[in-house]
């Protein structure tokens, strides 16, 4: 065993996890000089916000695969579009239906409504208003995103005028609104949007970013804040919009990476994290599957909390209470997804060609009756046989994703639940099949596909543990209920980046604000270590 320590190697700071969070943590720690060092178990950074080349020829961005909320500042302060980044905006989101052409919401409103009118006048007339008030509480919600969690413990004059400001804020939303915020917090997405909305075909679509890594049915309560969570989308200035990354989503992770290796941060990829070394309450710094120790001030953890406390710190260096509390987190993934290498174009059977309508998202969501019945197949420890699917054409906005003429499809699919009947360890046997559900349901709205797949990648909840680190295959490192959210994510008061071990922090999106590939965990532990001189 070798030991690069205080008196040989120093470092200010080692970041476990090369996601895009703890790249994000370590630019941000770097370019005020600090002596940073980031440690990937995989053979490229990105965590699960990577692309891959996995059929020659065609690139997968393999989980993470759109982005709207990575936070502008970061990308200012980080410098992020002279590394590279280029987004493409997602201006269109088209729900087939398997009878008929199915909604398209554009990127012109007027259009949206004509569409909208053909399902129901009332909606059609609806529509703009309930955008302007969720873009309203989208705005008054985002400040809590972009600084730490309050704490409505503290005296500190400091967290007091935080929350006074919080107060201000919500009083000045209105009756109406304050209103319409409580409901969101409580509700279900589906009875929330019925009382703006009265077509199904147009409910289903919108109430989907309600349960996105969420063990839920579109109908259970709490689902209506995650969609306000999706909602909050931006990207160049604009609200709800959601892009794609020229390059796949691991071009964020790159860039983010470039800007921490320009500031000159370390990154190693092949160095898997065993342990993190603790003595006397108080972290020292790392030991690597490969025996090595590194030895810093401060050890900063990317990964997902319980991967964090239960394997690599261990509950015999943590406080009885913390444990449990860390027990009780929880993760419950739901989802999967699916990549395809296509030969070809393959057309929407009622809405054929390769138009705008399909350069954007894809919702496979006819009713929010076939939602729910996919729920049922999850709540009963199995995956569902019509899931709701949604994809995008990567090949569309990039051409070099793919070769000439051929295509790449992007799926994530919902519901697959990690803990299946069988157990977890039988994933791999029900992988395929899986799959094969996927390609089923797709090919109803897509006849001509299965002739025209080359390749396809299928990824299990199982799969996204064991090769991505996220416990229970959770693409947010733990539900987004309200209960794990704000000053107790991921455990009441420890919700400020801070550990139970002294110079041990949390920047992965199992910290304030959650999850989605938005950098503001990674971004904000940075700023709140470095204020108080942790590093």
């Not at 000053?487 to 550990?499: C, E, L, S």
């Amino acid at each position: 065993m070798s030991a690069l320590g205080t008196s040989g190697n120093p470092y200010d700071a080692i970041v476990v996890g090369a996601g895009h969070n703890g790249l994000a943590c370590a630019a941000y720690l770097a370019k005020e000089g600090r002596k940073v060092l980031v440690l990937e178990r995989r053979h490229l950074v990105g965590g699960a916000a990577v692309s891959e080349s996995l059929y020659p020829g065609f690139t997968y961005s393999v989980c993470s695969y759109v982005v709207s909320l990575l936070r502008p500042w970061i990308i200012r302060d980080l410098e992020l579009v002279k590394h590279g980044l280029k987004i493409v905006p997602l201006e269109c989101s088209y729900t087939p239906q398997p009878d008929d052409a199915g909604l398209c919401r554009w990127p012109d409103p007027d259009k949206t409504r004509e569409e909208i009118r053909r399902l129901s006048p009332r909606d059609a007339d609806t529509y703009p208003e309930f955008g302007r008030a969720v873009s309203r509480l989208s705005r008054f919600v985002k400040p809590f995103i972009d600084s730490p969690a309050p704490d409505p413990l503290s005296l500190k004059p400091k967290d007091l005028w935080q929350l006074m400001g919080m107060g201000r804020a919500f009083r000045e939303l209105g009756d109406d609104l304050t209103a319409l915020q409580f409901k969101l917090t409580t509700m279900g997405g589906v009875d929330f949007l019925r009382e703006w909305f009265e077509s199904d075909q147009l409910i289903a679509p919108m109430s989907c970013s309600g349960i996105i890594g969420t063990f839920l049915g579109v109908n259970s309560p709490g689902t209506a804040y995650v969609l306000l969570h999706h909602y909050m989308g931006e990207i160049d200035g604009s609200s709800r919009a959601w892009g794609f990354p020229v390059g796949g989503t691991g071009a964020i992770s790159e860039a983010i990476a470039s800007s921490a290796r320009s500031h000159g941060a370390e990154i190693r990829c092949n160095a898997a994290v065993e342990k993190i070394l603790v003595k006397g309450g108080k972290t020292y710094g790392v030991a690597l599957q490969s025996g090595d120790e590194l030895h810093s001030k401060t050890v900063i953890s990317g990964c997902e909390p319980r991967l964090t406390f239960n394997t690599f710190v261990g509950a015999e260096h943590l406080p009885d209470e913390f444990v449990t509390q860390v027990s009780r987190y929880k993760a419950r993934g739901s989802s999967g997804k699916v990549n395809i290498a296509l030969d070809r174009w393959v057309d929407f059977k009622h809405r054929p060609g390769d138009g705008m309508h399909v350069r954007g998202d894809i919702a496979i969501a006819p009713s929010t009756d076939y939602l729910e019945r996919a729920y049922d197949d999850a709540k009963y420890g199995d995956f569902s046989k019509k899931p709701y699917i949604n994809l995008v054409f990567p090949s569309l906005l990039d051409r070099n994703m793919a070769p000439p003429g051929k295509h790449v499809m992007s799926c994530f699919v919902q519901y697959a639940p990690y803990d299946i009947k069988e157990g977890p360890s039988h994933w791999p046997e029900k992988r395929e099949a899986f799959g094969d559900a996927v390609v089923d349901t797709l090919a109803d709205y897509m006849p001509g596909l299965k002739d025209a797949i080359l390749h396809r990648q299928v990824l299990t909840p199982w799969d996204l543990e064991q090769d991505f680190g996220l416990t229970e295959g959770n693409i947010f490192h733990g539900e987004l209920g309200l209960e794990q959210l704000l000053f107790q994510r991921p455990v009441a008061g420890w919700a400020r980046y801070k550990t139970p071990v002294k110079n041990l922090w949390l920047c992965g999106s199992g910290a304030h604000p959650g999850g989605g590939v938005m950098g503001a965990p990674g971004g904000l532990a940075a700023k709140e270590m470095l204020k108080q001189r942790a590093v």
